[in-house]
T-cell receptor
Framework: DAGVIQSPRHEVTEMGQEVTLRCKPI?????LFWYRQTMMRGLELLIY????????DSGMPEDRFSAKMPNASFSTLKIQPSEPRDSAVYFC??????????FGEGSRLTVL | AQSVTQLGSHVSVSEGALVLLRCNYS??????LFWYVQYPNQGLQLLLK??????LVKGINGFEAEFKKSETSFHLTKPSAHMSDAAEYFC???????????FGQGTTLQVKP
């Protein structure tokens, strides 16, 4: 079975540009999570969805960040406008409700 | 609220030596506890988990952890380290209902030949 698929794996952009990160969860999983990993702050939960509905977005840093899950097989995390401090690795994970989280390989974002 | 503290951001052991990575948690409800491993430039992979029942949990690659409620701990051990165990290890806690995990800061394990 295919795991969680994230794209792009690497993104380099300039400050002020819009960034869109994509995630395809494992088929049959009904929970999806977006995490951000940095050296300074470790792994932070940004937002999570159950059955395509956002449940908790309290970890989203500010209004520049938004996430959507239009259907059970696709989610996006958008940053507009991007800033250098957004540079991080962004992970998507999926699970059956309250089950084990399966992580994608991450999207490494560098904002110059 | 839930939180996790991993004692020691870096642990170095010799190949063949005991591995002990420490994790303490805080939770207002019975916790579900997890250990994940992350190899360079990869995502996180589940090593083992505790939900209910037996407090000694065995995972992949020879790792195990023991849930000690009185000490609010969930330390990870392996009797004999291999070079391939060098990675970053994360302890995490969940309330068992929402599925969301709260992670510790991680411990980098170095294995010396």
């Amino acid at each position: 079975d295919a795991g969680v698929i994230q794209s792009p794996r690497h993104e380099v952009t300039e400050m002020g540009q819009e960034v869109t990160l994509r995630c395809k969860p494992i088929s049959g999983h009904n929970s999806l999570f977006w995490y951000r990993q940095t050296m300074m702050r470790g792994l932070e939960l940004l937002i999570y969805f159950n059955n395509n509905v956002p449940i908790d977005d309290s970890g989203m840093p500010e209004d520049r960040f938004s996430a959507k899950m239009p259907n059970a097989s696709f989610s996006t995390l958008k940053i507009q406008p991007s800033e250098p401090r957004d540079s991080a690795v962004y992970f998507c994970a999926s699970s059956r409700l309250a089950g084990e989280l399966f992580f994608g390989e991450g999207s490494r974002l560098t904002v110059l | 609220a839930q939180s996790v503290t991993q004692l020691g951001s870096h642990v170095s052991v010799s190949e063949g030596a005991l591995v002990l990575l420490r994790c303490n948690y805080s939770s207002s409800v019975p916790p579900y506890l997890f250990w994940y491993v992350q190899y360079p430039n990869q995502g996180l992979q589940l090593l083992l988990k505790y939900t209910t029942g037996a407090t000694l949990v065995k995972g992949i690659n020879g790792f195990e952890a023991e849930f000690k409620k009185s000490e609010t701990s969930f330390h990870l051990t392996k009797p004999s380290a291999h070079m391939s165990d060098a990675a970053e290890y994360f302890c995490a806690v969940s309330d068992g209902n929402t599925g969301k995990l709260i992670f510790g800061q991680g411990t980098t394990l170095q294995v010396k030949p």
